[in-house]
C-alpha cells in the first residue's frame, strides 16, 4: 500500500464512512458540498429517491449503472419516459427494480422542471429554504446527526403538495446533506468547515 493511501485511510471522517474507497472518495470529495447545478441537483433527487429503504453504499456502487439507466440523470429525457422505457427499466439488473420508484423518477423529473419553471432554477427553489447559505451543524458523534428536521419535514411537504414521490422527510435530510444544504461532517472529521 503507498503512502498516500495509507494516509487517506488514517484521516479521520464521520463514522458513516466504511473503509471502501467509493464511499471515502464521496464523503471526502462530494457529501455536504454546496450544488447549485441543477443536472447535479437532480441526479441526487434521483439517487436519493432510489435510496429509501436501502443503504448509501449500495446506491452508490450503482451509480455509474443508473447513469447508463436513465440518459446520463437528463431530467429533460426522462420526463418523457414510456411503458417501454419502464419495462426496459424493470429488467436492468444493474439497478434497483423498483416499479414505484422508476415511476416516481418520470414523475418526479417533469414535476422538477415545473418547479424550474416557477423559480427560474431548482436550485432557486432549494436554496431558498435557507437563505441561500448553507446549514453548519456542530454534530460530536453520528449519534449527534438527525435523521430528519423540521427543515426537513418543511421540504418534504411542499415536494409531496408539488406531487414529488418517494421524497420523505428522511429522504429529504439526506438529499440536504448530499448536496450541501446542510453541512453534517461531525466536528473531529478533516471535511468539518472545510465546505
Known sequence: MNLSVLIKLVMKRCGWVSNDE????????????PVYDDAILFEFLLLESFQAGLSWITILKKREN????????YYEVISNYNQDKIDELLLN????RHRGKIEAAINNAKLFQLIQDEFGSFSNYLWNFVDNKPILNVFQTLQDVPAKTDLSDKIAKDLKKRGFKFMGSTTVYAFMQAVGLVNDHVSDCFCFKKN
Open 66 to 73: 443508473f447513469r447508463n439507466a436513465f440518459d446520463n440523470f
Open 22 to 33: 467509493l464511499y471515502i472518495k464521496y464523503h471526502d470529495e462530494e457529501w455536504g458540498k
Open 93 to 96: 439488473e444493474g439497478i434497483i
